[in-house]
């Protein structure tokens, strides 16, 4: 197979075999900009659509469901029960009000769940991952 490919100022032409000719002009006018706007953005499982024609577009977003939750302790407690939406037995790490890291016994009393005790009492956040 033989490829032709002949230039002059306002085409290009492209043969195939002498009987099959493409011809490409220039591009024409352009058209109007496009406007991509946000539309929805929810949880779920990660992910994004662009519904509309141009030039009026719409992009929509699924954000992973968080992978991670912050328990504030608020009030000074030597038991700290945390509920939470991250199914399973998290890792469960606990620091005070200080940033100070601080070791507890922790308890999985369920899969959204967890029981922390403490030796003394104080306030803090719980980091579940």
């Known amino acids: 197979m033989t490829v032709e490919v002949v230039r002059n100022r ?12 493409i011809s490409v002009s220039q591009p024409g006018a352009a058209g109007p900009p496009n406007t991509l706007t946000i539309g929805t953005v929810t ?34 407690a030597t038991t700290w029960t945390i509920n939470h939406a991250l199914g399973g ?8 009000s200080s940033k100070t ?21 104080f306030s803090g956040f719980a980091y579940l991952t």
């Open 10 to 21: 306002k085409t290009v032409a492209i043969s195939k075999k002498s009987t099959d000719i």
């Open 101 to 121: 890291v601080v070791v507890g016994e922790i308890t999985y009393t369920s899969t959204s769940q967890v029981v922390v005790n403490f030796t003394s009492a």
């Open 43 to 76: 949880t779920g499982e990660a992910g994004a659509t662009i519904t509309g024609i141009a030039p009026n577009q719409v992009l929509n977003l699924v954000y992973p469901l968080s992978a991670r939750h912050i328990h504030t302790q608020a009030t000074v």
């Open 89 to 96: 037995y998290p890792s469960v790490s606990i620091v005070d």
